[in-house]
C-alpha cells in the first residue's frame, strides 16, 4: 500500500487528561486486571490487562459502516468480546472472541531502531491459508506523541531494534497462538532514533471450526433492513476473511478484478493476443500481478476489521486510553485509506489488461424450422426461437460441461391449435472462438399423438462488440 498520514487525535470521555506534544491522552479507568510483570518493568502505569471481555456499542457500528464496511459487518463485530493482555510495557497481545467459533488475535512489539518515521503509511503484509489469516504490520509512533504516565513502562527495557522472531514467537506462545509468520522487517535489533517508536504486528484471524450465529441481528440495534450482504455470509458459517469479500465494495472490486483476470486468462482483444505472442511469460506475469491485487483488497479489509477494535471508538479503547496512542497511527490511516486503496487496484487491475471484446454468436440455420438469434454465450444455459409453417417453437440448450461443446436440448410448440415438446441431444464443433456448427438430434411429439426424431444443423457466428 502506498500511504501517507500524520495524526493527531483525542479519545472522548470524562477522563483527566494529559498534554503531550498536541495530543491528549487519558488516565487509564476501570475494567482492568494487576499487570503482567517481566524483568525491568515497573509494576506501576497504565498499561494493564483487560480480562472481562469488553464488547462493542452502536456507535461502534457506525464507526465500522462509516469505513465503507456494511451492517452486517458492524452487527458481527459488535458481538465479539475483546481482551487485552499486557506481557510488559512493550509487548502486548489483543484478542476478540466471535460468535461464529473465530477468533482474532494481534500480539504488538514496540522498539527503537524503526526504518520508518511517524506519519509514513504502515506496511501491511498478508497471506492465509485454509483455516488462518495471517497478518502483519510496521509503522512508527513519535515518543514525544506518547502519554507520558505510558513512556516509564514503554521505555524501560525497550528493544533497540525489531524484536527477534523468537521474541515475536514467545508474545504468540504466551496466548496458545502458532509461531508468527514472518512477513515484517529484519528480525536482527539495531540501535535507532529513540525519538521514534517502532510497532511490528503480527496478527492471525482462526477459524477452525464453522459454525453458524445463533444471535438475531437486533441483538446489536442494528436494523435488519440494513445488515449488508456479509450477514448471511457470516450466519453460514463463512469464515471471517470470506465473508468480509460479500461486503458490497470489497465484492464489486473483486467482481472487476476477476473480470480483468478473466480477460487475461482467455483473450479476446488483439492487442493481449500479440502481446502474450511477443512476450512467452507474460500471461503468467499479469495472471500473478492480479492475483496479488485481488489478495490485496481482501487483506485490506481483513486488516482493517481487526485494526478497528483497538479504535478511538472501541471497547479495549475506552478502557484502556493509552492502547490508542500506540494503534492509533495505523488504524486511522487504513481506516480512511481502505475506499482509496480498494479502488486504486481496481482501477490498476483494469489498465493492466485491455478490455476483451464481448463475443456473442448469431444462430442461423433453415428447414422444416427456421432460426435466426443471438447466443451470448455457448458455456451457459440458452434458448434459440425457431419458426415454421404457422407456429412458433423455443428451445433451450444446457451445456453438459465448461466446455460448452455438447449438452441437452427440449423444444416447446405451439400455433393453430397443435403444440408440441421433446427432447434430445446437441454436439458443436469448430475451433475456438468459432463459428461453431451446432447438430442437435431430438425426438418429440405433437398433441395429435405423431412422433418423430429429427436431426437439424445450425451456423454459429461469431460477432464482437
Not at 158 to 174: C, F, H, I, N, T
Not at 273 to 293: C, F, T
Amino acid at each position: 500500500m502506498t500511504r501517507a498520514t500524520q495524526w493527531c487525535w483525542s479519545l472522548a470521555g470524562a477522563m483527566a487528561l494529559v498534554v503531550v506534544t498536541g495530543c491528549t491522552a487519558q488516565a487509564p479507568s476501570g475494567g482492568t486486571s494487576g499487570q503482567q510483570t517481566s524483568a525491568g518493568t515497573p509494576v506501576s502505569g497504565p498499561a494493564r490487562s483487560i480480562t472481562d471481555p469488553q464488547h462493542e456499542d452502536a456507535a461502534f457500528g457506525a464507526v465500522v459502516t462509516g469505513t465503507g464496511l456494511d451492517g452486517g459487518t458492524a452487527a458481527f463485530m459488535m458481538l465479539a468480546g475483546s481482551t487485552l493482555k499486557v506481557i510488559d510495557g512493550h509487548t502486548f497481545v489483543a484478542q476478540q472472541a466471535f460468535p461464529n467459533g473465530a477468533t482474532a488475535k494481534a500480539a504488538y512489539h514496540l522498539y527503537t531502531g524503526s526504518e520508518m518515521t511517524p506519519g509514513q503509511p504502515p506496511v501491511v503484509t498478508t497471506t492465509r491459508s485454509q483455516n488462518e489469516f495471517r497478518f502483519s504490520l510496521t509503522y512508527a509512533v513519535a515518543t514525544a506523541d506518547l502519554p507520558a504516565e505510558l513512556l516509564p513502562q514503554v521505555l524501560d527495557g525497550l528493544p533497540g531494534g525489531v524484536p527477534s522472531q523468537p521474541e515475536r514467537d514467545s508474545a504468540l506462545a504466551a496466548i496458545g497462538l502458532a509461531p508468527a509468520w514472518a512477513g515484517a522487517g529484519p528480525a536482527v535489533p539495531m540501535d535507532g532514533d529513540p525519538s521514534n517508536v517502532g510497532v511490528v504486528v503480527d496478527g492471525v484471524i482462526s477459524q477452525a471450526v464453522e459454525s453458524g450465529i445463533d444471535h438475531a441481528v437486533n441483538t446489536t440495534n442494528i436494523d435488519k433492513t440494513q445488515a449488508g450482504t456479509s450477514w448471511e455470509a457470516f450466519k453460514s458459517g463463512k469464515k471471517v476473511w470470506d465473508a468480509l469479500e460479500a461486503n458490497g465494495t470489497i465484492a464489486d472490486a473483486l467482481k472487476r478484478i476477476a473480470a480483468a483476470r478473466d480477460c487475461a486468462e482467455n483473450p479476446t482483444n488483439p492487442i493481449t493476443k500479440q502481446d502474450y505472442a511477443d512476450h512467452p511469460g507474460a500471461k503468467e506475469e499479469i495472471i500473478k500481478k492480479l492475483d496479488g491485487m485481488s489478495d490485496e483488497v481482501t487483506g485490506d479489509a481483513s486488516v482493517l476489521f481487526v485494526e478497528l477494535f483497538t479504535d478511538a471508538g472501541a471497547g479495549l479503547v475506552k478502557v484502556a486510553p493509552w492502547l490508542g496512542f500506540v494503534t492509533g497511527p495505523a488504524t486511522n490511516f487504513i481506516k480512511e485509506n481502505l475506499g482509496k486503496d480498494i479502488e486504486g487496484n481496481v482501477q490498476a487491475a483494469e489498465q493492466l489488461v485491455p478490455p476483451c471484446r464481448r463475443i456473442t454468436y448469431r444462430v442461423t440455420g433453415g428447414g422444416r424450422v427456421t432460426v435466426n438469434g443471438t447466443v451470448a454465450s455457448i458455456k451457459a444455459p440458452f434458448t434459440v426461437n425457431g419458426a415454421g409453417d404457422g407456429f412458433r417453437v423455443v428451445f433451450t440448450f444446457t451445456p453438459g460441461d465448461a466446455t460448452g461443446k455438447f449438452g441437452s436440448v427440449q423444444y416447446e410448440g405451439w400455433g393453430e391449435g397443435i403444440t408440441m415438446s421433446g427432447s434430445g441431444e446437441y454436439t458443436i464443433t469448430g475451433k475456438d472462438p468459432g463459428p461453431y456448427n451446432l447438430k442437435k438430434t431430438v425426438h418429440g411429439c405433437v398433441n395429435d399423438g405423431n412422433c418423430a426424431t429429427t436431426s437439424d444443423t445450425w451456423k454459429l457466428t461469431p460477432q464482437t462488440q
